[in-house]
Antibody, heavy 120, light 110 residues
Framework: QVTLKESGPAQVKPTQTLTLTCTFSGFSLNTHGTRVSWIRQPPGKALEWLARIDWDDDKFYNTSLKTRLTISKDTSKNQVVLTMTNMDPVDTATYYC????????????WGQGTLVTVSS | HSALTQPASVSGSPGQSITISCTGTSSDIGGYNYVSWYQQHPGRAPKLLIS???DRPSGVSNRFSGSKSGNTASLTISGLQADDEADYYC??????????FGSGTTVNVL
């Protein structure tokens, strides 16, 4: 059974750096064609893809946020980490991690999400 | 980057069929058969409903079907049920950006 779970602070202050961890089970990020993405959703708004890391350590970022994002993985711990710098209240959102496999450009399993509020 | 365009809401009575449209461009929907659809109940994570325009993952009801024509993809829900009341998002591969989501559609079951 594939599971993913996000963890991190519920609240950060403006200008701070957010670090989120996605801990997964039921699959390996060493398997060819497997990818993990981060996706966010501001309250009442649509989904927005943020970043992706692949089995071969290739990394891809939303071009609008690229300068603020860093994604990395620790395959020994089955974890993917996202950092986002210079947080702003508009970054308040539920942050999800999600898996893709078999090279498919879709998200077949999602974590439950973690709400991050940016406020002083 | 702009989101794919979906109607804000679609309504239907139990048992009816409804269709949700998702309009993009030749750089995303029109150029690739990589359209997927997700269902999201309030307070829950999205769930994959349709992959690659019209494929249903194992376990997804055959009441959900997808199609595409030109730059517009569609999700049809037949035999509408109360539990279908949720938000629905389309997504497509987009050249240069990788992924783009739709603006989201709320389905109301009357």
């Amino acid at each position: 059974q594939v599971t993913l779970k996000e963890s991190g602070p519920a609240q950060v202050k403006p200008t701070q750096t957010l670090t989120l961890t996605c801990t997964f089970s039921g699959f390996s990020l060493n398997t060819h064609g497997t990818r993990v993405s981060w996706i966010r959703q501001p309250p009442g708004k649509a989904l927005e893809w943020l970043a992706r890391i692949d089995w071969d350590d290739d990394k891809f970022y939303n071009t609008s946020l690229k300068t603020r994002l860093t994604i990395s993985k620790d395959t020994s711990k089955n974890q993917v980490v996202l950092t986002m710098t210079n947080m702003d209240p508009v970054d308040t959102a539920t942050y999800y991690c999600a898996r893709s496999h078999n090279y498919e450009p879709l998200f077949d399993s999602w974590g439950q999400g973690t709400l991050v509020t940016v406020s002083s | 980057h702009s989101a794919l365009t979906q109607p804000a809401s679609v309504s239907g009575s139990p048992g009816q069929s409804i269709t949700i449209s998702c309009t993009g461009t030749s750089s995303d929907i029109g150029g690739y058969n990589y359209v997927s659809w997700y269902q999201q109940h309030p307070g829950r994570a999205p769930k994959l409903l349709i992959s690659e325009v019209s494929d249903r993952p194992s376990g997804v009801s055959n009441r959900f079907s997808g199609s595409k024509s030109g730059n517009t993809a569609s999700l049809t829900i037949s035999g509408l049920q109360a539990d279908d009341e949720a938000d629905y998002y389309c997504s497509s591969f987009r050249s240069g950006t990788l992924y783009v989501f739709g603006s989201g559609t709320t389905v109301n079951v009357l």
